[in-house]
């Protein structure tokens, strides 16, 4: 079964770092684009960032300059450096990626499980 599985979460304080992780289980035969998401308590989930196959890149206005996604295809993994944390960043972040499952079919799309993120003042 193909699945998402994320790792990194946990709780820090104000101005520190964590980094997220995010890989592949089961076989695939092609990854599109990938992302990371988060959702606080009664708010919709938003995107955080997504990176492209060819690693372009795109943020919410809210960690422009603080967060950093990047990919490394041949391991089949995605990764959130989250740097100077503040309290809202709080929420659980969710990693997100295209994945084609058959050898000549179309892509689709997988959400992970969720990992806890949060930060303290």
């Known amino acids: 079964q193909v699945q998402l599985v994320e790792s990194g979460g946990g709780l820090v304080q104000a101005g520190e770092s964590l980094k997220l992780s995010c890989g592949v289980s089961?076989?695939?035969?092609?990854?599109?684009?990938m992302g990371w998401y988060r959702q606080s308590p009664g708010k919709q989930r938003e995107l955080v960032a997504d990176i492209t196959v060819d690693g372009s890149t795109n943020y919410a206005d809210s960690v422009k300059g603080r967060f950093t996604i990047s990919r490394d295809n041949a391991k089949n993994m995605v990764y959130l450096q989250m740097n100077i944390l503040k309290p809202e960043d709080t929420a659980v972040y969710y990693c997100?990626?295209?994945?084609?499952?058959?050898?000549?079919?179309?892509?689709?799309?997988?959400w992970g499980q969720g990992t806890q993120v949060t930060v303290s003042s």
């Open positions: 089961g076989r695939i035969f092609g990854i599109g684009g």
């Open positions: 997100n990626a295209d994945l084609r499952k058959y050898e000549f079919g179309r892509t689709s799309n997988f």
